[in-house]
């Protein structure tokens, strides 16, 4: 099937899957392969749309975020020269809405790890305790069920590399499971009330809470903090903040909790509802263009 994209709807599936919010995508040729909510497909862009299998065309609208009017978006959080250097070079990335189960023991996995071992990790972990199906001539591992880790030894868990998250994964999929945690009742509450609600799993702080309400959730105004972000607002917007917040924060490793929150909030306010599409354009720039 293929779905016509015209100029107004900028898109980029490349940068899309390539700019660090999604960890479970690989690319064979010209076609990209995932695998959400257990369904395998495989997609590709071609001149003027894209191309798809084994999903329909309401999936690949909402999953790759296809509704967000991205022209306003530019619109709103295009207020400096950097912001604006950004869009230019990563113009139609997008932020998908990944399923939040996954999303979330994602993210939890990611602290203080480089893209590729958080690959490796979610790859262990649904090849161990996820359900395979076949398509296309390849193997696919669905994300484990809450119930499928939650059930699971801690031995289990540690061989798919987590170190010390394995504790976090464990006791988050315990509760998510014997609670029967709605996920997409977030949907329907503000930022704060999300973030307050995912503070509740273990291994959930400020950054992970920011993004899966942003990347899983459609709250589009979250701002997560990492190490490339913060380098990008020390570079280009320091000077919206006192000389001795940017000295301090400039020698730390790690920002305290009070840190981070100063600079979300500047990432909230500068930007406004919109601030989670300037936070992966700034993110991606700063890692790819640095």
């Known amino acids: 099937m293929i779905l016509s994209l015209d100029e107004s709807c900028p898109f980029s599936l490349d940068i899309s899957l390539c700019c660090g919010q999604a960890f479970r995508w690989n690319k064979r040729g010209e076609w990209w392969y995932g695998i ?9 862009q071609v001149e003027g749309g894209l191309e798809f299998e084994n999903v329909d065309l309401d999936f690949v609208k909402a999953y790759f975020g296809l509704n967000d009017d991205l022209p306003k978006i530019f619109s709103l959080i295009c207020r400096d020269k950097h912001i604006k250097s950004a869009i230019k070079a990563l113009n139609g990335l997008r932020i998908l809405r990944q399923e939040p189960w996954e999303c979330l023991i994602s993210y939890i996995c990611a602290t203080y790890k480089n ?12 090849k161990k305790f996820g359900v395979n199906s076949a398509f296309d001539g390849y193997d696919f591992y669905a994300f484990p069920t809450p119930e499928r880790l939650a ?19 464990l006791e988050t999929a315990k509760t998510v499971h014997e609670r029967e945690f709605d996920f997409e009742r977030l949907r329907r509450m503000p930022l704060e009330g999300v973030k307050k609600e995912l503070f509740g799993f273990k291994g959930v702080g400020l950054k992970v809470a920011d993004c899966v309400a942003l990347f899983s959730l459609g709250k589009l105004g979250a701002f997560p903090v990492d190490i490339w972000v913060r380098r990008a607002i020390l570079k280009h917007y320091s000077d919206c903040f006192p000389k001795e917040f940017v000295e301090k924060i400039s020698k730390r490793n790690q920002l305290t909790n009070a840190d981070y929150e100063k600079l979300n909030s500047f990432g909230r306010e500068y930007f406004g509802d919109y601030a989670g599409y300037a936070q992966e354009y700034l993110y991606h720039f700063e890692r790819v263009w640095s």
């Open 151 to 169: 059930c699971a030894n801690i031995s289990q868990v540690k061989e798919c590399g987590l170190g010390y998250r394995t504790e976090y994964v």
């Open 115 to 126: 893209i590729s071992a958080i690959k490796q990790m979610l790859q262990s972990l649904s």
């Open 36 to 44: 959400v909510r257990g369904k395998p497909f495989k997609i590709r």
